[in-house]
Each structure stands twice: as structure tokens, then as C-alpha cells.
């Protein structure tokens, strides 16, 4: 199974920061990667989709790019709404996998 | 309005079975690609199980030979059967749909139900 390594595990930021998630795939899944955002007791969120193609009524601060083994989510300007945990997921082969997530705290 | 609302979660001893059914509102799920998602208290999201167009299924190994998924044409609904059920299997699952745009297929769920918890407990 591909597995998938976010890093960090958790972060801290501040209102306004720019923050960028990484993903690394343990073997090429060329651009078959999504990243969401799950808040506590809420399904997940779609952001990206094809690694680096933002969902319709995600706003722009968010992005992602990458492809191959490393991929990045960026939020260009964290606001009070983003503090949730972030997963991503490869759909390369199966079984499809997620990463373990990245909580993003308030600083 | 494009919807999923899962239900059929419950507790239930481990050996039982359930089935947990997915509504769908706005969107066929015979024409798009479903997928069961679950999550185990206070953990990360684990995929479960994907069917696609013309029928064909995937499974997790956690799962594979206990779980079934399949689609019910006219109710529109998606569904898992879950036999011989484990304390392990605990979580909230969640089903999704894939990204389609005009008959083509992305790597990404935009869809998702709200959840429907299993508990397996003795």
C-alpha cells in the first residue's frame, strides 16, 4: 500500500500567517492527490483536488501543489476559520490511503 | 441540491452485522464513482471501500471478505453491508462522492454525508 507522510504533525500559527503542509507519498502517484479540511465532529471538506486544482467556493488562500512523491498545501493568510486538521489522500492505487493529518492550532 | 445523508449506524456485538445506507439527493450514484470512508474515535479518516460505474468494488484489507458495497438503481442509494464485525470497526463511516465534471473523473471527494456512527461492543 502507498503510504502517505504529513508533516508536521501539528502547528501553531497566528491569525494572518502564511503555513504550508507537506505530503510525502512513498512511491509516485504522479497528481492523484487530495487535501481536506476536517473541523471536530464535521466531515471532511474538500480544498484540492489533482494535487494542485482548488475546489469551487474554496477561497484562494488556499493551494496546493506538487507532484510525484512531495506535495504542499499552502493557506496564504490564516484566518480564525482555518484551525481545523488537514488530511491528504492518493488515489494512485488501491487501497486508497490517507495521511495521518496535520492539526493547526491557534497560536 | 447535491446531498448524501447516511443511516443504519447502531451498536451492535461483535460477530453481528450491520448494513449502513446513503441517500443521495441531486446526483445519480449509479454514474458517479462512491466511496466509504470511517473514522475511529479521536483518529484520522481511513478509506474503506469504492465502487464505480458497470459495478466494479475495492476494499481495504481490514475489511475485504466481511464488507460489501453496492448501489440500489431506483432508490438511488448507496450502501455497506458489514458481517462479522469487530470492536475495531468503531466509527463514525461516511460516504462520498467523487469529483465529476462532465463525465470526467478527478482525484478528490467533493460530497460527503454528515456520518452515521457504528459501535461494536461487547
Redo the contacts between chains.
Keep these: 500500500?502507498i503510504q502517505l507522510t504529513q508533516s508536521p504533525s501539528s502547528l501553531s500559527a497566528s491569525v494572518g500567517d502564511r503555513v504550508t503542509f507537506t505530503c510525502r507519498a512513498s512511491q509516485d502517484i504522479l497528481?492523484?492527490?487530495?487535501w481536506?479540511q476536517?473541523k471536530p465532529g464535521k466531515?471532511?471538506?474538500?480544498l484540492?483536488?489533482?494535487?494542485s486544482?482548488l475546489?469551487s467556493g474554496v477561497p484562494l488562500r488556499f493551494s496546493g501543489s506538487g507532484s510525484g512523491t512531495d506535495f504542499t498545501l499552502t493557506i496564504s493568510s490564516l484566518q480564525p476559520e482555518d484551525f481545523a486538521t488537514y488530511?491528504c489522500?492518493q488515489?494512485n492505487g488501491?487501497?486508497?490511503?490517507?495521511?495521518?493529518?496535520t492539526r493547526l492550532e491557534i497560536k | 441540491e447535491v446531498q448524501l445523508v447516511e443511516s443504519g449506524g447502531d451498536f451492535v456485538q461483535p460477530g453481528g452485522s450491520l448494513r449502513l445506507s446513503c441517500a443521495a439527493s441531486g446526483f445519480n450514484v449509479n454514474t458517479n464513482y462512491m466511496t466509504w470512508v470511517r473514522q475511529a474515535p479521536g483518529k484520522g479518516l481511513e478509506w474503506v471501500s469504492f465502487i464505480y460505474i458497470g459495478g466494479g468494488t475495492y476494499y481495504a484489507d481490514s475489511v475485504k471478505g466481511r464488507f460489501t458495497i453496492s448501489t440500489h438503481n431506483s432508490k438511488n442509494t448507496l450502501y455497506l453491508q458489514m458481517n462479522s464485525l469487530r470492536p475495531e470497526d468503531t466509527a463514525v463511516y461516511y460516504c462520498a462522492r467523487q469529483v465529476e465534471r462532465r463525465g470526467y473523473y478527478y482525484y478528490g471527494l467533493d460530497v460527503w454525508g454528515q456520518g452515521t456512527t457504528v459501535i461494536v461492543s461487547s
Design positions: 500500500a497528481n492523484a492527490l487530495a481536506y476536517q466531515a471532511p471538506k474538500l484540492i483536488y489533482d494535487a486544482s475546489q488530511y489522500q488515489f488501491y487501497p486508497i490511503t490517507f495521511g495521518q493529518g
